[in-house]
């Protein structure tokens, strides 16, 4: 009788652990959304696709010298791009070449990189905040002086002149694709928005802690 016992109460915890682990599955978020795990682990963690390019960027960016901007250049990647494609640092205009010629994360990083570093070196030379430098890898060095004739310091007022500055020398390419809706309309050239957008992408990366290579 004893042994019957105790075969009942075994096959009764096996159909209890079997029910329960049903349950944890289904509830699952993935499942209950009907989302799939790998979009979910991108919405918990939008910046995970620029993230993994880290240990790169670091690496290209000591180079020169600039290493203590490596968590800036990921979120100038994630606002480009959020890390997708082989060109995750939209660096191809900056070298000369039509939009996403550079098919390569590792030479879009270098090009992007250089293009940084060029802001950078000649934003120190011209006296103009960190915010201006930032907006210049968007708008170009042109952006650089123009703010330092205009007291050194980025805003969007700034930008947008500046953008219609540019517009109005080649009003047929800088025209938003003639999308009248489009939020930077007349202000076609760049983003005059880009700054404060790469800066709650830093804000936020630094809110979701250290920087995680793929895999991890």
């Known amino acids: 009788m004893k042994k ?16 329960l682990l049903f349950l944890a599955v289904m509830r699952h978020p993935a499942i209950k959304s009907g989302i799939p795990s790998s979009v979910l682990k991108e919405q918990i963690d939008p910046f ?6 880290t240990p790169l960027i670091e690496s290209e960016l ?19 791009t959020k890390g997708k494609g082989g060109d995750p640092m939209q660096a191809s205009e900056s070298a000369g070449l039509p939009p996403n010629t550079i098919n390569s994360p590792e030479k879009s990083i270098q090009q992007g990189i250089k293009h940084f570093n060029s802001a950078v070196t000649y934003g120190k030379k011209k006296n103009v905040d960190f915010p201006t430098i930032i907006q210049a890898y ?17 805003s969007e007022v700034l930008a947008k002149q500046y953008s219609i500055q540019q517009v109005k020398k080649q009003p ?4 938003c694709k003639g999308d009248k809706n489009n939020f930077r309309y007349p202000y076609c050239y760049g983003d005059f928005t880009y700054t404060s957008k790469v800066e709650k992408n830093l804000a936020a990366l630094a ?10």
Do not use: C, D
């Not at 000591?62 to 480009?80: F, P």
């Open 48 to 53: 995970k696709q620029s993230r993994q390019y």
């Open 172 to 175: 047929k390419i800088y025209n």
């Open 207 to 216: 809110a979701t802690g250290p920087a995680r290579t793929a895999g991890t």
């Open 138 to 154: 968007n708008m170009g060095t042109g952006y650089i002086n123009y703010v330092s004739s205009h007291g050194g310091k980025h």
């Open 62 to 80: 000591k180079k020169y010298g600039l290493e203590e901007y490596t968590m800036t250049v990921v979120a100038l990647m994630q606002q480009e």
């Open 4 to 19: 019957r016992k105790n075969k009942r109460w075994k096959s009764f915890l096996i159909l209890a652990g079997v029910l």
